[in-house]
């Protein structure tokens, strides 16, 4: 994050992360399959922590109140001023913002099916593309509390921004 914050994301490489970790390039791309990677983590991995929520959530709740409460376990416990440089690194950076599309695109598919069958649409062999669209929309939602929350610097209430995000389209 040092070397992010002095130069920049994108001027920032690999053999001076590696560098700076004491460590070979080979071994940064042992841990990570991209520089990206490193700043949002293991897509995939976190992405099947919010399915398991989601899925574990009990069967009668609603796909709203079941999604909401998937994605809120993603809140950090860590510092919030490390919250709020992490989340204007990943609004500045264009790849960053490349790489979370991916990652929401990809979760569309692992947190579908789970609404689909809360949203009472029959089982398919591909997910419903109305489910698709409500677990977009609930991302998108996210995406532009925390938007909201990092333009504040940090000051306003992130799961409210989200809450009212869900609440405008609801209307």
């Known amino acids: ?68 409460a998937a994605l809120m376990t993603l809140q950090s416990d860590g510092d919030p001023a490390d919250d709020l440089a992490h989340a204007r690194l990943c609004r500045e950076a264009p790849s960053l913002r490349a790489r979370k599309l991916e990652k929401y695109l990809y979760w569309q598919d692992l947190l579908a099916p789970d609404i689909q069958r809360r949203l009472g649409l029959p089982e398919t062999e591909e997910p419903d593309h109305r489910a698709r669209a409500f677990v977009a929309t609930a991302l998108t939602c996210l995406d532009v509390a925390v938007e909201a929350w990092t333009a504040s610097g940090g000051t306003r209430d992130l799961v409210r921004l989200f809450d009212d995000a869900v609440a405008a389209l609801r209307a």
Do not use: N
């Open 1 to 68: 994050m040092r070397l992010f914050a002095e130069q920049g994301f994108d001027a920032t490489t690999v053999d001076q992360i590696a560098a700076a970790a004491g460590i070979s390039r080979r071994s940064f791309f042992h841990y990570f399959g991209t520089k990206e990677d490193l700043v949002l983590g293991d897509v995939a991995a976190l992405g099947e922590s919010v399915r398991a929520e989601l899925e574990a959530r009990p069967a009668e709740e609603s796909a709203w109140t079941a999604i909401r």
